[in-house]
């Protein structure tokens, strides 16, 4: 295992070695929920999380097989039918630069794809409340999207004598409720940033 990322305790999203994605929920008589490879190329899954927003109306029933149907109101389970909360759409990264986006309640297929770094990511963090991730690369160099895919920033190297100082990115975090993003390089230093249009401090 990789990398991964929990929801309330009970379900687990785990990214493999060879670009695969394993869902898991340990409410369920069978653990595993879903398996699929959102990343075309073999290279580890580096980054995983679960996107923000959850609905706690929006529950899904699934039989022993597996089949699921979503409702957004209250319902009344059948013989062999289980209720789980579930958050169903995950991004994904892998260190060959690409970010998947899935929506596991449709299909295994993905539904967006960035091409964020050419075979150097090497971190992702998804913020948990604003629409925005971020992937860091080890070339030096931090990309923030929009959930929809659209680059929002680029946090980059500058070589001059007064210029921004970044190392190459080993991980990121957001802050959970400010849009502040920490950065951590290989050589030991942590920055955080923040966005232009905030309030001097």
Do not use: W
């Not at 957004?72 to 994904?92: C, H, K, N, R």
């Not at 030096?140 to 659209?150: A, C, D, M, P, Y």
């Not at 004598?161 to 502040?180: D, E, T």
């Amino acid at each position: 295992m990789r990398s991964y990322s929990t929801l309330h305790g009970s379900q687990l999203v785990a990214g493999f070695a060879d670009g695969s994605l394993r869902l898991y929920d340990v409410r369920s008589p069978e653990p595993l929920v879903l398996a699929t490879r959102p990343h075309q190329k073999v290279e580890r899954v580096v980054g995983l999380s679960f996107q923000p927003g959850l609905d706690p109306s929006k529950v899904a029933s699934c039989n022993l097989s597996l089949n699921c149907q979503v409702f957004f109101s209250s319902l009344s389970l059948s013989q062999g039918q289980y209720l789980f909360l579930f958050l169903f759409q995950v991004v994904s990264a892998s260190q060959a630069g690409d970010i998947q986006f899935l929506d596991l309640r449709t299909s295994r297929d993905t539904y967006l794809t960035i091409d964020a770094h050419r075979g150097s990511l090497t971190a992702l963090a998804v913020h948990r409340h604003a629409p925005i991730i971020a992937s860091g690369s080890a070339k030096q160099l931090i990309k923030v999207f929009s959930l929809e895919g659209e680059q929002l920033g680029r946090i980059l190297y500058y070589p001059s004598f007064m210029g921004q100082k970044i190392g190459s990115v080993s991980c990121l975090a957001f802050h959970p409720y400010q849009v502040l993003l920490a950065a951590g390089a290989v050589d030991s230093l942590v920055s955080v940033y923040t966005h232009d249009n905030s309030p001097a401090r």
